[in-house]
């Protein structure tokens, strides 16, 4: 009998008291806001709605001990949402352990 052939898989969560605080889609999220300059038109580019990515901003922003995102209100022209420097900071840090995951998983594979 053949043994099939297999694959691992798996997504990294980063959580804080059982809380997932970041992981694979709010990253897209920081990179879209970081790329468009707003919540909202991330929110659109995501399918989600503009309540949901505030919250998961807000979320995000409490869970760590500096904010990721900083946004000022708008007037006539519209707000704007800034990466700060910490949150590039994270995503890097997120995707080199992804990287380094995903490194595990295929040598785990090849065993």
């Known amino acids: 009998m053949e043994i ?3 694959k691992l898989n798996g997504r990294i969560w980063i959580e ?4 997932k605080l970041l992981g694979h889609g709010r990253v897209e999220l ?8 707003s919540i909202r038109q991330a929110a659109l580019q995501m399918k989600m ?7 998961l901003v807000n979320h995000m922003n409490n869970g760590f001990k500096h904010p990721l995102v900083i946004s000022k209100r708008g007037g006539k ?3 704007v949402a800034l990466l700060t420097p910490f949150g590039q900071e994270i995503i890097a840090q997120f995707k080199d ?6 490194q595990f998983l295929e040598e785990s594979r090849k065993k």
């Open 49 to 55: 709605s503009y309540k949901q990515a505030w919250d």
């Open 77 to 79: 022209g519209g707000g």
């Open 16 to 19: 804080i008291d059982d809380e």
């Open 30 to 37: 920081l990179e879209r806001i970081h790329a468009s300059g």
């Open 97 to 102: 352990l992804q990287q380094k995951f995903f």
């Open 4 to 6: 099939p052939s297999f």
